[in-house]
């Protein structure tokens, strides 16, 4: 079942050549096996790509939240692209410690 959330997700792909993308995104809807989301730029299908998305909720009322999660890119055009999600965990709010930042 997909529910339809809207919230901000930073991305990081590995196409199979050339040099990792990353960016900044709003989510359209989510499942424990897809995601859907708004991006600027067409990514590459096939590419790996890890993403972290602002949780709506916080842990005990105060600690923010993210939802890690991998996958691989199914669908891409201008504007949007959709993710098989393989891996995801919800932890504590990670921006402090990601190997990269998307760019703005």
Known sequence: MRYTLAFPIRYRVVPRNGPPLTGRGTTCDISSAGLSFLCREALPMGSHIEMV????????????????????????????????????????????????????
Request: charged fraction near 15%; hydrophobic fraction near 40%.
């Open 53 to 104: 998305a602002q949780w709506p909720a916080n842990a005990d009322g105060r600690c923010p939240l993210d939802l890690k999660m991998t996958g691989f890119v199914v669908r891409s055009n201008q504007g949007s692209a959709a993710v098989r999600v393989t891996s995801h965990k919800l932890c504590a709010d990670t921006s402090a410690t990601l190997s990269y930042r998307a760019s703005a």
